[in-house]
């Protein structure tokens, strides 16, 4: 496919690191290239790029734990917003998780980011009371 939405395999992580870091995701636990390897055998199915003529302008890594999805890593390339593939990729892993038995999707925004929301409202998300915690088991190791 030249054009499009296809699912992410591991010969794509490279240009992955490079559509991160131009869309300004931070690098976190999980982004090696060991652990991307071993997530995408789990939860591969829900792992979403478009490719623009050989380019990787857009990516959706979301994953289902039996009670909930998560989406992490929605990106796309800075030159290629606002034409509606950020709202594909969502499509395309909402549509993967539910035929999963996903029956709730959960998604987190850092702070730094809120401007971000406005898109996942036009998508139907709505903010929860919550606060989220966390406890890193092992160092983080900048890529
Ligand atoms: C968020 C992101 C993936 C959106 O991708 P996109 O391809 O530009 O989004 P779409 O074109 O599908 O937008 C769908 C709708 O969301 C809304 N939207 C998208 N970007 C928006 C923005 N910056 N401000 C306000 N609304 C926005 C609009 O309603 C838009 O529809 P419209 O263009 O017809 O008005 C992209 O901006 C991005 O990569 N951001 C940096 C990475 C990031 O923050 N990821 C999320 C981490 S939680």
Redesign the pocket.
Known sequence: MIVGIQRLGMDDYPALTVLWAG???SWDFGDDRASFQAAIITNGQHYWGYEWHGKLIGCVLAAFDGRRGWIYH???DPEF???????LLMSAAEHSLYNAGCPKVN?L?ERH?I??M??YE??GYHRADNCFMEKPLVPLIPG
């Open positions: 869309s300004g995701l929605l990106a796309v917003r606002r034409r509606g593939i950020g709202r998604l925004v980011n401007a971000v406005a898109f036009a998508l």
